[in-house]
Structure formats: C-alpha cells, structure tokens
T-cell receptor, first 110, second 115 residues
Framework: EDQVTQSPEALRLQEGESSSLNCSYTVSGLRGLFWYRQDPGKGPEFLFTLYSAGEEKEKERLKATLTKKESFLHITAPKPEDSATYLCAVHPYNTDKLIFGTGTRLQVFP | NAGVTQTPKFRILKIGQSMTLQCAQDMNHNYMYWYRQDPGMGLKLIYYSVGAGITDKGEVPNGYNVSRSTTEDFPLRLELAAPSQTSVYFC??????????????FGNGTRLTVT
C-alpha cells in the first residue's frame, strides 16, 4: 500500500537553529514528490517538486532533497516567519491522485 | 488574479441539513479538486474534475456531490449533513493534470461544523 509518513509531528527551533524535516514514502513507483507550506487558517502553498533520487531544490532558507525512500526539507538559520506546517505529498505512478502526509508543525521562536 | 476563492469561510450545519460549498478560480485551470483536512490526517481527495462537464470520485466521495458546468466553478454539495463531515474543506486547481506533476493552487478553506 502506498504510504507517506512525516516526522517529527512538531518541531520547535530557536531562531538561527538549523534542522531538517523528514518525509518517508512507500510507493510502487514515484512520479513526483511535492512540498507545501500551510499557515494557520490558510490553504497549502506550493514550495517544491522533486522527481528523481539525488535531486535538490532551494528557495531562500529551504532546501529539499530526495532519495529513493525519503525526502528532507532542510531549514537553514530559520526565522520566526518560517513557522508553519510543512506538508509532503507523493504522486505514485499507478494512480492520478496525490497521497499527503500529516505534516510537520514547525515553530521558530526568537 | 484572486487565485482560488472559497465561500463561505465558516459554516455550522445541523444534522440532516444540506449546503453547497463554493469554489471559483480565475487562472483558467482545467483541473480542479476538493479535499478535506481532518486533525492528524493527511488531506483526503473527495472529488476532482479534469474539465468542464467531467468529474470523478476521489478517496472519500460518500455523502458529497459535485458539478462542473464552467471552467471557473466547482461547487461541492453536501446532502444530509452528518457529524463525520465536520472538517476543513479545501478546493484546489492546477494547470496541467497529475501526470505532468502540476502543482496545486489551494483556496483558504471552508471550516464546516455539523452538530
């Protein structure tokens, strides 16, 4: 069965303290992996798409990486405005539907 | 561009009542989706549409209906509301379909409580 697991569920960081969020997936074949950011009371906002193992993408303080079993979202020197829930979603080859993880709730405090 | 607009933002329904959640997009996207988000659960697909006049079921379609008469609008109908339908509902759209990995553009959700 296709599955996506995100860890940790919640993460508290001090401003400037770098860390990583994990997205582990089990699919028969991966068409693409997505990262989204969701602020409280808002809809998810697209960050990155990754297609194949070894691929990396960056945006400001965020860098997403992909292996054959997992993806990491690295946050370098985070700021309070990076506080949000980060969602991972995978698109398996055998379906046209995305499978979303339950998210990591990140809090960055000054 | 307003993007994806959902109305209402909040709604309380009594058990057995019906309502329509509205969704409109102004990006000329062919693909539109309805998801629900429950605490501790990933987003679950309710229905989706690949273009005007074409709709299909997602993972959790029971208790819901959709229609797509125009490219812009994709309303979600709840008939005979039940407490299990208490959730936050998100509408999304994309330019291309899943097979080309088009990112989803989400609205800001409708928070529905059924009591």
């Amino acid at each position: 069965e296709d599955q996506v697991t995100q860890s940790p569920e919640a993460l508290r960081l001090q401003e400037g303290e770098s860390s990583s969020l994990n997205c582990s997936y089990t699919v028969s074949g991966l068409r693409g992996l997505f990262w989204y950011r969701q602020d409280p009371g808002k809809g998810p906002e697209f960050l990155f798409t990754l297609y194949s193992a070894g691929e990396e993408k960056e945006k400001e303080r965020l860098k997403a990486t992909l292996t054959k079993k997992e993806s990491f979202l690295h946050i370098t020197a985070p700021k309070p405005e990076d506080s949000a829930t980060y969602l991972c979603a995978v698109h398996p080859y055998n379906t046209d539907k995305l499978i979303f993880g339950t998210g990591t709730r990140l809090q960055v405090f000054p | 561009n307003a993007g994806v607009t959902q109305t209402p933002k909040f709604r309380i329904l009594k058990i057995g009542q019906s309502m329509t959640l509205q969704c409109a997009q102004d990006m000329n996207h062919n693909y539109m989706y309805w998801y629900r988000q429950d605490p501790g659960m990933g987003l679950k697909l309710i229905y989706y549409s690949v273009g005007a006049g074409i709709t299909d079921k997602g993972e959790v379609p029971n208790g819901y209906n959709v229609s797509r008469s125009t490219t812009e609008d994709f309303p979600l109908r709840l008939e005979l509301a039940a407490p299990s339908q208490t959730s936050v509902y998100f509408c999304a759209s994309s330019y291309g379909g899943p097979r080309v990995n088009s990112p989803l553009h989400f609205g800001n959700g409708t928070r529905l409580t059924v009591t």
